[in-house]
């Protein structure tokens, strides 16, 4: 069983900058692929980046250059640094872990605007 506990969204202007962060539950978190998906109004949600337990990571190519995903596995805790943020990355974001199976933390709201 994984719990996933999302926090850091917000409102940002334009070119700001946030940092989500997803706390995760259990004792293997280290072998878990950790991934942040983001759902847009009227729009599927979408793959935004993902870390494998060593750390290779991979990020859709809208973001590339601009988001940073990384994990602390002592905290069990992944992150994702959002820096020259756009109006068009406003959505809700989710933190996901695959362990056998999908598990999802309820998301956080990050909204892009002037």
């Known amino acids: 069983q994984v719990q996933l506990v999302e926090s850091g969204g917000g409102l940002v202007q334009p070119g700001g900058s946030l940092r989500l962060s997803c706390a995760a539950s259990?004792?293997?978190?280290?072998?878990?692929?950790m991934s942040w998906y983001r759902q847009a109004p009227g729009k599927q949600r979408e793959l935004v980046a993902s870390?494998?337990?060593?750390?290779?990571?991979n990020y859709v190519d809208s973001v590339k250059g601009r988001f940073t995903i990384s994990r602390d596995n002592a905290k069990k805790t992944v992150y994702l640094q959002m820096n020259s943020l756009k109006p068009e990355d406003t959505a809700v974001y989710y933190c996901?872990?695959?362990?056998?199976?999908?598990?999802w933390g309820k998301g956080t709201l990050v909204t892009v605007s002037s």
């Open positions: 996901h872990a695959l362990l056998g199976m999908n598990y």
């Open positions: 259990g004792s293997i978190f280290r072998l878990v692929t």
């Open positions: 870390i494998i337990s060593g750390g290779r990571t």
